[in-house]
């Protein structure tokens, strides 16, 4: 990516879009929309002391919503460039309320809240598609409970746990613990208001609230309208602080996930959905537990899939090695059900397809293969650029030529053209740019042609 950003023949152009498409292979006029970011571009140091002072919390949709972002952001911490941008939508100054908070704090005076979006025309001999895919969405199968138990969670979120840079620093905890200790420091938080009211009583009348209410409570002080406010306040206060003691209890018991299940084929090779393979899940599931396991070295690992492709170079040792080392077990059978046990447990009712036995298994954490479904913006995109889909979305390609869509001079590489994984994406990639560069060379020997 740095490469890319540095590279002298490759001009970025990061939060923008393709709005219209018209000409031919060899000459294509697109007209893009380079969206105001309300942070200037050629000042901005990429420093965050704007976002540290922003006031505005958002879900962070890089973290899967998993953490909060402030209106004023980098999408990641790599991302080219590392200009901020502002959410307008969430920001406070651009939706009408005084702020300028993050105007005030940027030494670089990069922030611009009334930069407009700016319209570019591109004359290009070739166009690459490579917009991608999205997960597919589990709530689509109810049997696996996806949002109703918190301890149910997609591959990418997982991901995003497992990361040093993710929401919980890399530390395995469970989603229901983390609701739990966010309603606790919403709780500290009210309880400590409702105190500071009640401090105040308290130096008036010279002795505790708690002493204070029990004699309140007996019939003392009957027409004290006072006492009676003070009386209201602690009980409110009560309210919070017993199911707040009840929770630090709890959470003292909290621990990181240590059993988990990697379910497969979650939309994949499912008539319902997928009918193919999605190609790269089974290899990140183990990836995904051996790392789970260099985290945490007593954390064990069992993968559910109807058979785990391994397909390619070293794929196969590589999830012979998960299970000597990794404490990973491969249970053939596709999982029926999820249900929810004891503590938030996700509990996995499956067939051993080996052992023709229904059986229950609980886990801390249950992670969900999810399918790689087309991308949620596709139709628009190929209607604006001029291509055709295949019957599941994906950009229509022939298996002769995998990187040529329906046409000339426009190609495809990556997911957008089907589910495939790193590697086979940026093979494609160069591809794919071969491809485009033929037709650069042909216009421009046309071109010396005409003038010759
Ligand atoms: C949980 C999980 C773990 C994985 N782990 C691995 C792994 O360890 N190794 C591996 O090889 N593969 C892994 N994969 C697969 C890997 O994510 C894909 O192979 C790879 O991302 C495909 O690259 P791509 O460039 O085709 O698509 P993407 O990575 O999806 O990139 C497409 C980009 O295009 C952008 N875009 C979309 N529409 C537009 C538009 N209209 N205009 C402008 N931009 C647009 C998107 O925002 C996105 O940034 C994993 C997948 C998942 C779900
Ligand atoms: S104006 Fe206020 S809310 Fe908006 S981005 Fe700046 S600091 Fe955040
Ligand atoms: S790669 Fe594995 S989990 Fe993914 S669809 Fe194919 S078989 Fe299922």
């Known amino acids: 990516m740095l490469d890319v950003g540095r590279h002298p023949n490759i001009e970025l152009l990061a939060y923008s879009e393709v709005e219209k498409v018209e000409g031919e292979a060899g000459n294509f006029s697109v007209t893009v929309r380079r969206k ?11 420093c965050g002391a704007c976002a540290e002072k922003c006031p505005t919390l958002v879900p962070d949709a890089f973290n899967e919503g998993l953490r909060n972002r402030k209106a004023i952001y980098s999408l990641f911490a790599q991302g080219i460039p590392s200009t901020h941008t502002i959410d307008a939508d969430h920001c406070r100054q651009m939706n009408g309320k005084k702020c300028g908070i993050c105007a005030k704090t940027c030494q670089a005076e990069a922030i611009d809240f009334d930069q407009k979006d700016r319209i570019l025309e591109l004359n290009v001999a070739a166009i690459i598609i490579a917009a991608g895919y999205d997960v597919f969405d589990p709530s689509q199968i109810p049997e696996y409970r996806y949002q109703e138990i918190p301890n149910v969670v997609t591959a990418i979120e997982f991901e995003r746990l497992l990361s040093a840079s993710g929401p919980t620093g890399g530390h395995l905890d469970r989603p229901s613990d983390r609701a739990i200790e966010a309603d606790i420091e919403e709780m500290e938080k009210s309880a400590g208001k409702s105190q500071k009211a009640l401090v105040k009583f308290e130096e008036k009348y010279g002795e505790s609230s708690a002493a204070f ?21 602690y009980a409110d206060h009560l309210t919070v602080v017993e199911p707040l003691e009840a929770l630090r209890k709890k959470a003292e018991g909290f621990d990181v996930a240590r059993r988990l299940a990697f379910i497969q084929c979650v939309g994949s090779r499912d008539f319902r959905f997928y009918p193919f393979c999605s190609g790269y899940c089974c290899m990140h599931s183990i990836k995904e537990a051996i790392i789970a396991h260099e985290h945490g070295p007593d954390t064990t690992s069992t993968i559910f899939g109807m058979d785990i492709r391994a397909v390619g170079k070293g794929f196969e040792e590589y999830k012979i090695r998960g299970g000597n080392h990794s404490n ?7 999982v029926a059900e999820i249900v929810e046990g004891p503590d938030n447990n996700p509990v996995v009712i499956y067939e051993d397809t080996r052992e023709r036995k229904v059986k229950r298994q609980e886990f801390d954490m249950v992670i969900l293969a999810t399918a790689c ?17 295949d019957p599941y979305n994906f950009l229509k390609t022939s298996p002769l030529s995998p990187v040529d869509t329906t046409t000339p001079g426009i190609f495809v590489c990556g997911c957008a053209e089907s589910p495939m994984d790193v590697p086979e994406s940026v093979a494609q990639a160069s591809s794919a740019a071969e491809r485009a560069a033929e037709i650069v060379f042909q216009t421009d020997l046309i071109k010396e042609k005409a003038v010759a």
Do not use: F, H, M, N
Not at 219 to 228: M, S, V
């Open 213 to 233: 209410y029990e004699k309140y409570q007996s019939g003392a002080y009957p027409d004290d309208e006072d006492r009676k406010k003070w009386a209201d306040k």
């Open 36 to 46: 105001a970011r309300y942070v200037r571009e050629d000042r901005c140091t990429g």
């Open 373 to 389: 479904a087309p991308s949620k913006g596709i139709a628009a995109l190929v209607k604006t650029v001029g291509v055709e889909l």
């Open 328 to 334: 990973i077990t491969y249970v053939r059978g596709r």
